[in-house]
């Protein structure tokens, strides 16, 4: 293997672990506080459900393109060598959702706790909730065009 498919599969590898990362943090934390509020509240469940899965799409994001690293390598089959700097290039691409996924994840997660706790009080506030929940939502969809539209425009072959 060439030292380029190197450098791209580790920044593919690193968006999936960072995002995911951030994501398992952002949703756990949410599920704390969701099971919380449903000892005394059960029937919220599919509020507090939506509420607490929302962090785990920055997870996926980083799924997709550590995915799209190496289908454009050909890893599925046969796997195209590729320059040291080309594959810098795909890895400098994997770093937005990686790092952007990590953080993002985890406050949304925190976030999403203090929604959960306005729906245990006010179970009228979910849209607006959800509407807090996506905003920081927003950044990890700019990282991920980036991510995304970065791997495929790059000319491997």
């Known amino acids: 293997m060439e030292m380029g498919n190197f450098y791209a599969i580790l920044g593919a590898a690193i968006a999936v672990l960072l995002s995911g990362i951030g994501s398992a943090i952002g949703v ?44 454009k390598l050909g890893a599925l089959g046969t796997m195209t060598a590729i320059s040291a700097a080309t594959g810098w290039i795909i890895f400098a691409y994997c770093l937005p959702i990686a790092f952007v996924g990590l953080g993002s994840a985890i406050m949304q997660g925190n976030v999403a706790i203090g929604c959960i706790g306005l729906i245990g009080k006010q179970n009228k506030e979910f849209g607006h909730s959800m509407v807090m929940v996506v905003l920081v939502e927003l950044f990890a969809i700019f990282a991920f065009i980036i991510s995304f539209l970065g791997v495929m425009l790059i000319n491997v072959g």
């Open 28 to 71: 756990g934390r949410a599920g704390q506080a969701a099971t919380s509020l449903m000892t005394k509240q059960p029937d919220r469940f599919s509020n507090v459900l939506v509420l607490q899965l929302m962090p785990a799409t920055q997870g996926l994001y980083g799924f997709v393109v550590g995915f799209m690293v190496l289908f």
